[in-house]
């Protein structure tokens, strides 16, 4: 029963990633990131160091779950695709912060973390 509602899940977020990427091009990030920010995922919430980002600024975001859970993390809004963390790993991933100012929710998405949220903003 969880396997099954696992793969269901795993299959809609490819297919909302095939979308996404195929609106746009930030696939082919240079090697080169900018500041890292360190990111905290435990049961149910999620921690940043900073949640301030520059129009189309390019982070190293280092995320760690640091809780008894897998989780995840991702912004459809805020263009980052699905990054699975699960118990007591750590992932880094260039992210490009959006290049139109506002407000956008990082988020865990698995079953049963609702609200498992942070918001983050891009201003100038
Ligand atoms: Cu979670």
């Known amino acids: 029963m969880r396997r099954n509602s696992r793969l269901l899940i795993a299959a809609s977020v490819a297919a909302?990633?095939?979308a996404l990427l195929a609106g746009c091009s930030q696939g082919a990030a240079p090697a080169s990131a900018g500041r890292q920010v360190r990111v905290t995922l435990s049961e149910y919430r999620i921690e940043a160091d900073s949640t301030s980002f520059k129009?189309?600024?390019?982070?190293?975001?280092i995320v760690e779950n640091k809780g008894?859970?897998?989780?995840?993390?991702?912004?459809?809004?805020?263009?980052?695709?699905?990054?699975?963390v699960p118990i007591g790993t750590?992932?880094?991933?260039?992210w490009t912060a959006p290049s139109k100012e506002g407000t956008y929710p990082l988020e865990c998405d698995m079953p049963g973390h609702t609200g498992m949220?942070?918001?983050?903003?891009v201003a100038p």
């Not at 750590?90 to 260039?94: F, L, Q």
């Open 90 to 94: 750590t992932r880094t991933v260039t």
């Open 16 to 18: 909302a990633n095939a």
């Open 117 to 121: 949220t942070i918001q983050f903003s």
């Open 55 to 61: 129009p189309g600024e390019k982070v190293r975001l």
């Open 68 to 84: 008894r859970e897998d989780h995840e993390l991702e912004s459809d809004a805020g263009r980052l695709d699905e990054v699975k």
